[in-house]
């Protein structure tokens, strides 16, 4: 989702690649679990968690969905899945009750990523550190590389700016008629190419994301033709 806010309001002002070191480091959240309640629905999940979720829990999208750990929403008129929060204190479906995340290893990037976030400008981004979200106040500089806790950190880099900017140009092709045929068709497709059609987490994820762009090439092209 984005913010119409300054980069000024929000951060420390600096910029940071993968390589730098941020003061994000918030040891172990000590107890805390603010970030993991009352998030309504921005906990978006693209298809890299989609396919790491895959991994640690066995599940698709589909089963998570239908659990009620997962639900669809619309975001700037493309429909995309994100994580549910319910219940009294509006707690992530996965926070345990100690307070814990109970998808530490499998978590959605927001989540791995939190308190940075990403600053998107001439076809590629970096990352800013969020000076008012995280409650700790004496957090640790950490590379941001180490910080994002993400394997193959530069083909990870290469999919969030595809993945991004393919979701950028939908937007664009939805807005003002998000409620037309071909939105909702759009929308079907998406859902059914880069989210439900499930993955596999023996397979390597960039060749499968690969693969489904293909595939949405064809099929979408094939649409409206
Ligand atoms: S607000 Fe900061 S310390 Fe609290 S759970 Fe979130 S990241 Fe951890
Ligand atoms: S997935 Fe884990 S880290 Fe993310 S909001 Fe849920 S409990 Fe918190």
């Given at each position: 989702m984005k913010r119409q806010v300054s980069l000024a309001e929000i951060s420390d002002g600096r910029l940071y690649g993968e390589n730098d070191m941020v003061?994000?480091?918030?040891?172990?959240?000590?107890?805390?679990f603010q970030c993991c309640t009352g998030m309504g629905t921005s906990v978006i999940l693209d298809p890299y968690d989609v396919f790491r979720l895959k991994q640690g829990l066995g599940e698709d999208l589909a089963q998570l969905l239908a659990k009620g750990q997962a639900q669809l929403n619309v975001v700037d008129g493309i429909i995309l899945p994100n994580l549910s929060m319910a219940g009294p204190g509006e707690r992530c479906a996965f926070l345990t009750g100690e307070g814990r995340c109970g998808i530490h290893g499998s978590r959605p990037g927001i989540c791995r990523l939190f308190p940075l976030g990403r600053y998107y400008e001439n076809g590629d981004f970096r990352y800013f550190l969020q000076t008012g979200e995280c409650r700790e106040k004496n957090r640790l500089k950490v590379k941001v590389g180490k910080w994002l806790d993400t394997p193959d950190t530069e083909r990870y880099h290469g999919f969030v700016c595809s993945w991004h900017f393919f979701l950028n140009g939908l937007e664009e092709q939805v807005k003002g008629a998000e409620d037309s045929e071909p939105a909702k068709r759009l929308n079907l497709l998406l859902l059914q190419n880069f989210f439900l059609t499930p993955y596999d987490g023996e397979r390597d994820f960039y060749q499968q994301y690969q693969e489904r762009t293909e595939r949405w090439e064809h099929q979408w092209e094939q649409k409206n033709g």
């Open positions: 003061r994000a480091d918030c040891q172990g959240c000590k107890g805390c």
